[in-house]
């Protein structure tokens, strides 16, 4: 820490200046240090003083200034049928929602933009939207960069979607691609196609989906209701819920380690289903099923002709199946 920060630093601890003025200064400092004609350890730059520092005084704190908004960047960029969507996050929320045809629109509130690299351009149809945080710096007061993205798109967009420390939230979209985040949740709604979801200290919700879908996450629960399709479903610490009709065929795995799993059903399906726990009790209120081994902790049967499979493991937690 050179001389400068150390001064912007004690004048925060005696008062004299609020953290939002502090920050202010640090980052000013920080970019006078990246540009040309900087004499290390100076508090001035070629041709140009460096940021006011108010000297030590006796007159007392000064009161909180209101502090403001975030950096806000707009665009719209026109596409074709099929266009592709990836955005890249960070320390913040992702949301993508279908809209018009024809069009993408995206909007970003960037938090501490003086240490945030953000972009947004296109390639032919595909739209690349990126927040990246700036090497260096510091993130004083608990006041980290990042940004939030909203993002409509056309419904038959397909895409790729990763944050980090901050949600996704999907809505509408029927074109396939990976949603992944870490220290947060996940919510598909009313979506198309193959989904893989990854997160971890974070659930994940899916609530109206048709195709294929794989999810995992950690210390947390999965709930996947009103789908059609094949999934698979892993978590440790949480429980999984699946609500819907399985695809013709399908194999559908659903593994936890500490948490319950529930199986309702729809449709007419055809399955051989292996369902056990170690510390629980397996539950079927299927009729018409032919078992061919249960005990307390244990399932083995099978419903119609067999065509698809269910597999459900969890360690410390009950199973039903209806």
Known sequence: MNGDRRRVLELVAAGKITTVEAER????????????????GSVYVEQEEMPY?????????????????????????????????????????VRVEAGADGVIQMKAKIKRASRVIFEA??????????AKRKSGGLDLFGRS????????AP???????TTSNGPIELRGIEG??????????ILLENVKGRHDMR????????????????????????????????????????SISLDGELAQGAACRLETSNGSVSVKLAGEPSLRIDA???????????????????????????????????FIRTTNGSVLIE
């Open 276 to 310: 056990r726990t170690s510390n629980g009790r397996v539950r079927s209120e299927l009729p018409a099923s032919i078992v061919a081994f249960q005990d307390k902790n244990h399932l083995v049967a099978t419903i119609g002709e067999g065509d698809g499979e269910l």
């Open 121 to 130: 351009v296109q390639e032919g149809d595909t739209v690349t939207i990126a």
């Open 25 to 40: 200064l640090i980052d000013a400092i920080e970019t006078s240090e990246s540009s040309p004609g900087v004499v290390p």
């Open 145 to 152: 960069p990042g940004a939030e993205i909203t993002v409509t």
């Open 199 to 238: 997160t971890s200290n974070g659930r994940v919700e899916v609530n109206g989906m048709e195709g294929d879908g794989e999810v995992r996450t950690t210390n947390a629960s999965i709930k996947i209701l009103n789908v059609r399709g094949a999934f698979q479903a892993s978590t440790k610490n949480g």
């Open 176 to 185: 396939s691609g990976p949603v992944t985040t870490s220290n947060g949740r």
């Open 53 to 93: 520092l108010p000297p030590i005084d006796d007159s007392g704190a000064k009161d909180e200034p209101e502090e403001k908004a975030p950096g806000t960047r707009e665009e719209t960029f026109t596409v074709g049928q099929s266009p592709n969507l990836i955005v890249r996050g960070f320390n913040g929320r």
């Open 155 to 161: 419904a038959a967009t397909s895409i790729d979607l």
